[in-house]
């Protein structure tokens, strides 16, 4: 059973920091490209950041750009989400996902991804 696990959430001040992970089991994803997002109620769910199956190429949302940092362990089958200088409106379930398709680019859409995680809630306090 394919699954991939977020942790690393939690509440913090803003301008504070926080580091997700999302763990994958089941299979490997070290040829897929992988993604964070983030869904408030009552809104659609929002690409945060990507990141290419090598980890030579990543992508960021407007509001990620220079604050927050994609990177992979292929070895770990993991990647995570560095999130620095963090604002009250990052309050957000983050979701990591992967792409189906091997040796893809990086992708941004929802449609585009696959597998999903259960999703971590971030809680940034003003």
């Known amino acids: 059973q394919v699954q991939l696990v977020e942790s690393g959430g939690g509440l913090v001040q803003a301008g504070g920091s926080l580091r997700l992970s999302c763990a994958a089991s089941?299979?490997?994803?070290?040829?897929?490209?992988m993604g964070w997002f983030r869904q408030v109620p009552g809104k659609e769910r929002e690409f945060v950041a990507g990141?290419?199956?090598?980890?030579?190429?990543?992508s960021y949302a407007e509001s990620a750009k220079g604050r927050f940092t994609i990177s992979r362990d292929n070895a770990k089958n993991t990647v995570y989400l560095q999130m620095n200088s963090l604002k009250p409106e990052d309050t957000s379930v983050y979701y990591c996902?992967?792409?189906?398709?091997?040796?893809?680019?990086?992708?941004?859409?929802?449609?585009?991804?696959?597998?999903w995680g259960q999703g971590t809630q971030v809680t940034v306090s003003s």
């Open positions: 089941g299979r490997t994803f070290s040829r897929n490209a």
């Open positions: 990141i290419s199956w090598t980890g030579g190429s990543t």
């Open positions: 996902a992967a792409n189906g398709k091997w040796f893809g680019g990086i992708a941004h859409l929802r449609d585009e991804f696959d597998y």
